[in-house]
């Protein structure tokens, strides 16, 4: 059988990935670049039953898909830079309640307003850090349509798995570029939903960690009626400030993903096996990176891409392992510097590492990277 294919938006791919997962809450507010993944949820949401909603701003767009996710609802935002530092506080609370949900980045320059139109990769550390407090983190970095389709779905996965918010990073380039996408039939990718509770619901505990570390998560308005707090709480939800069930829920939390790190990690790498010169690119950037490898190959230097797809949590023991074999390490990033301080750190700098750094709205290009790898060597 042919396989259903369609030109689609990265942006418009977003969307029709969500509805794969199993979407049924979007909540949001336009702002570009990232408007394109509302229209299409407003299109195609009421057709199956779902809901759309347009709020009065980006800090209601996020408390409305908090409500939804702990309904029961699959939920997610798409925002850009100056959204997501409206929702950082509730993006927090998120982390704090351990509530599911999807938050859509298609980063533009900043700060403030910055370059609306225009492409950036400016987001990369506020997805880690933007809220305040320690917890776990996971972001996602697609670099093709058919990509941000497949990352999408996964990022739905998680977030339902490990029971708190992800995030996407785009950018105004792939968010906006069309290309031709195969759409998967029903079953062909994975689906997965959260865990449910088995105990009846007077004995359901919605942070019990004696049910492991991601606890089971009832919906609101079923017959399981609990407490949700953004304060340190028990078991039953209830806020305490007992240092030993504080200490045990955010190392509790933590655990989660780091335990589970092998099974969100997801890299991809070109032509690396023999590679002196590591480029180390993600989302748009990265495929300038893969056609300046090709580029440096034919030139006699031997080049190749590691390219992060899981930005959070950060790759660090097979970036260490990557250093140990390279002459040089080379990270070309629409900023001015970030996740090549994360490079810098899990490599320890046993080889040197240098980047690439450009804001003014323009893509970085494959003889820009070209150049630089020559000046290195």
């Known amino acids: 059988m042919a396989k259903k294919v369609a030109l689609l938006q990265g942006n418009e791919a977003c969307a029709h990935g969500a509805l794969y997962a199993g979407c ?10 990232s408007t394109e993944v509302a229209e299409v949820m407003a299109v195609e949401l009421p057709k199956i039953g779902g809901t759309f909603i347009q709020m009065e701003d980006e800090i209601g ?4 898909i908090l409500g939804a996710a702990l309904t029961g609802a699959k939920a997610f935002t798409a ?19 351990e509530i599911p949900c999807v938050i859509v980045n298609v980063m533009r320059g900043g700060p403030s307003t910055g370059m609306p139109t225009g492409p950036s990769q400016s987001d990369v550390m506020q997805a880690r850090w933007g809220t305040h407090g320690d917890h776990p983190a996971i972001a996602l970095a697609p670099s093709s349509c058919q990509e941000i389709f497949s990352e999408t779905v996964r990022a739905f996965n998680l977030a339902e798995t490990y029971r708190m918010p992800v995030q996407i990073l785009l950018d105004e380039i792939n968010g906006h ?13 994975e689906v997965l939903n959260r865990q449910l509770p088995t105990v009846a619901p007077e004995d359901y505990k919605p942070f019990d960690d004696t049910q492991g570390d991601v606890p089971p998560l009832a919906a609101f308005g079923s017959d399981y009626r609990y407490h949700v707090t953004g304060l340190n709480k028990a078991a039953d939800g209830f806020p305490t400030s007992k240092p030993e069930l504080v200490d045990a829920e955010k190392r509790r939390q933590l655990r989660k993903i780091e335990a589970n790190q092998a099974h969100i990690e997801k890299n991809e790498e070109y032509r690396v096996e023999d590679a002196e010169v590591i480029l180390v ?16 190959r034919n030139d006699g230097i031997k080049a190749g891409l590691f390219r992060p797809i899981t930005l959070w949590p ?8 990557l250093a140990e074999q390279a002459r040089a390490i080379v990270v070309p990033e629409m900023n001015l510097g970030q996740l090549i301080l994360e490079i810098e750190r899990a490599t320890r700098r046993v080889c040197p590492v240098e980047g690439i750094g450009r ?18 060597l």
């Open 177 to 189: 570029m069309r290309e031709r996408i195969e759409i998967p039939e029903p079953g062909d990718l």
């Open 314 to 321: 950060f790759p660090e023991k097979r970036m260490a392992r």
């Open 281 to 296: 690119a993600y989302g748009t950037i990265s495929r300038s990176a893969r056609a300046a490898v090709d580029h440096l």
């Open 24 to 33: 049924r809450f979007f909540g949001g507010y336009p702002i570009t670049p």
């Open 61 to 64: 767009a996020m408390a409305s």
């Open 79 to 97: 925002t850009s830079g100056p959204g997501m530092s409206l929702k950082q506080e509730l993006i927090g609370y998120a982390c704090m309640a």
């Open 359 to 376: 804001v003014d709205g323009e893509l970085i290009t494959p003889a820009e990277i070209v150049a630089k790898v020559k000046e290195v």
